[in-house]
């Protein structure tokens, strides 16, 4: 990515990136027979897709400053390891951070119950079902997001049974018969979340994926048909 380059597009260069890597690893995982622990990492992907989107809205100076702030938090986790271990880094690079620090500090700042309190995560005060409202998404949190959270945070009821068989060499939650409809919904999210990034993308950057989003779109189709 140029360094001229607008914060927004290096914004959505590094979301991208990090769409493909859970779009393979999701792929891999379903490739394997481990479904739901590819549904954890798709929950991954779906909370990288509300960021994506409400950070590239249509509002120029909103995309910009929410941009700056995704990016600028790299400062701020920077500043938290000097402060631990100030040996360990030069004169020079404390002094560019904190030249850098200085320009986006005020973005971690905002008023709770009157009071100005400094941000924990680098969206606060907005959560990540406020940034899938504003980006017209809620359905995909409510339906999708929200409803893998009983994946993502297992319940030992149900996972020790599997797991005190020894058969580990895969998903210990794995039912191939009960589990066939969570792979191809598995598959078929997976494809399409990562298909709506790669559109925008071809948006933002005219990149040459018309084929590519063509593919897309029949394995789509051919997995709706099978599922």
């Given at each position: 990515?140029?360094?001229?380059?607008?914060?927004?597009?290096?914004?959505?260069?590094?979301?991208f990136g990090e769409a493909y890597g859970r779009f393979l690893s999701i792929k891999m995982l379903?490739?394997?027979?481990?479904?739901?622990?590819?549904?954890?990492?798709?929950?991954?992907?779906?909370?990288?897709?509300?960021?994506?989107?409400?950070?590239?809205?249509?509002?120029?100076?909103?995309?910009?400053?929410?941009?700056?702030?995704?990016?600028?938090?790299?400062?701020?986790?920077?500043?938290?390891?000097?402060?631990?271990?100030?040996?360990?880094?030069?004169?020079?690079?404390?002094?560019?951070?904190?030249?850098?620090?200085?320009?986006?500090?005020?973005?971690?700042?905002?008023?709770?119950?009157?009071?100005?309190?400094?941000?924990?995560?680098?969206?606060?005060?907005?959560?990540?079902?406020?940034?899938?409202?504003?980006?017209?998404?809620?359905?995909?949190?409510?339906?999708?997001?929200?409803?893998?959270?009983?994946?993502?945070?297992?319940?030992?009821?149900?996972?020790?049974?599997?797991?005190?068989?020894?058969?580990?060499?895969?998903?210990?939650?794995?039912?191939?018969?009960?589990?066939?409809?969570?792979?191809?919904?598995?598959?078929?999210?997976?494809?399409?979340?990562?298909?709506?990034?790669?559109?925008?993308?071809?948006?933002?950057?005219?990149?040459?994926?018309?084929?590519?989003?063509?593919?897309?779109a029949d394995l789509i189709k051919n997995f709706e048909k099978r599922s």
């Amino acid at each position: 990515m140029h360094a001229r380059s607008k914060p927004f597009e290096k914004c959505a260069a590094i979301l991208f990136g990090e769409a493909y890597g859970r779009f393979l690893s999701i792929k891999m995982l379903c490739e394997e027979g481990m479904v739901r622990c590819a549904l954890i990492i798709l929950r991954s992907l779906m909370n990288l897709f509300f960021i994506f989107h409400w950070i590239i809205c249509e509002d120029v100076e909103k995309r910009d400053e929410r941009s700056r702030r995704y990016l600028g938090w790299a400062w701020k986790m920077w500043q938290n390891l000097i402060n631990e271990a100030a040996d360990n880094y030069d004169k020079e690079f404390i002094e560019e951070l904190k030249n850098n620090l200085a320009e986006v500090d005020h973005l971690y700042k905002f008023r709770k119950k009157g009071k100005l309190v400094e941000a924990k995560h680098w969206h606060e005060p907005i959560s990540i079902y406020k940034m899938a409202k504003n980006a017209g998404l809620s359905e995909h949190y409510e339906q999708g997001y929200k409803a893998l959270s009983w994946i993502d945070h297992l319940d030992p009821i149900a996972t020790l049974p599997r797991a005190q068989t020894g058969i580990l060499k895969f998903d210990p939650d794995y039912d191939p018969d009960s589990d066939k409809q969570y792979f191809f919904q598995a598959i078929l999210l997976n494809l399409s979340y990562f298909r709506n990034i790669c559109q925008s993308m071809t948006e933002i950057f005219n990149l040459p994926m018309k084929n590519d989003l063509v593919k897309f779109a029949d394995l789509i189709k051919n997995f709706e048909k099978r599922s």
